[in-house]
Antibody, heavy 121, light 111 residues
Framework: EVQLVESGGDLVQPGGSLRLSCAASGFTFSNYNMNWVRQAPGKGLEWVSYIGTGGYTIYYADSVKGRFTISRDNAKNSLYLQMTSLRNEDTAVYYC??????????????WGQGALVTVSS | QSVLTQPPSVSGAPGQRVTISCTGSSSNIGAGYDVQWYQQVPGAAPKLLMYGNDNRPSGVPDRVSGSKSGTSASLAITGLQTEDEADYYCQSYDVSLSTVVFGGGTKLTVL
């Protein structure tokens, strides 16, 4: 059974930093691209970042570019999101999500339960 | 403002049929990119409900169906049940933005 379990969510002050982790199990982690997707309270879904299987192909949403860093450790079956210069508007539940993509089809087939990040003074 | 446009809410009585629309543009759905749908029950993570416009993942009942035409897509649920009450999000890829894009979500209420 595919499982994705996020951890590291917390209350942090504006300008602060936080690192989220996502532990994967039930599939060969190193064979799959991964993503972070977030959801602000009462709002919709927003894609945040993507990382390829080897960790070399990386994309970010404009809203987090230069502040967030995605990484992975295939030996530990883990995905990470290092967040710096946090803003109030970064307050959200952050989900890690397994990626599927082909020429015309891009989607997330499995999601974790989410980690709540609250940015507030 | 979401790149894909969904109605904020839809409702129906148990046993009825409802549809949720998702309208995009020539840089996403209209460009040929497939549409996916996710179901999110309150307090839970999103779950893939439909992929590749009209394909159901294992475990999704056949009373749920999807379609795509031009720059729009639709999700239909027949034989509504109370357990269908949730938020539904459409998703595609936008070639101009070079990112995955979501609709704003539709809250389905079973009356």
């Amino acid at each position: 059974e595919v499982q994705l379990v996020e951890s590291g969510g917390d209350l942090v002050q504006p300008g602060g930093s936080l690192r989220l982790s996502c532990a994967a199990s039930g599939f060969t982690f190193s064979n799959y691209n991964m993503n972070w997707v977030r959801q602000a309270p009462g709002k919709g879904l927003e894609w945040v970042s993507y990382i390829g299987t080897g960790g070399y192909t990386i994309y970010y949403a404009d809203s987090v570019k230069g502040r967030f860093t995605i990484s992975r450790d295939n030996a530990k079956n883990s995905l990470y999101l290092q967040m710096t210069s946090l803003r109030n508007e970064d307050t959200a539940v952050y989900y890690c999500a397994r990626d599927y993509r082909s020429s015309w089809r891009y989607y997330f087939d499995y999601w974790g339960q989410g980690a709540l990040v609250t940015v507030s003074s | 403002q979401s790149v894909l446009t969904q109605p904020p809410s839809v409702s129906g009585a148990p046993g009825q049929r409802v549809t949720i629309s998702c309208t995009g543009s020539s840089s996403n759905i209209g460009a040929g990119y497939d549409v996916q749908w996710y179901q999110q029950v309150p307090g839970a993570a999103p779950k893939l409900l439909m992929y590749g416009n009209d394909n159901r993942p294992s475990g999704v009942p056949d009373r749920v169906s999807g379609s795509k035409s031009g720059t729009s897509a639709s999700l239909a649920i027949t034989g509504l049940q109370t357990e269908d009450e949730a938020d539904y999000y459409c998703q595609s890829y936008d070639v101009s933005l070079s990112t995955v894009v979501f609709g704003g979500g539709t809250k389905l209420t079973v009356l």
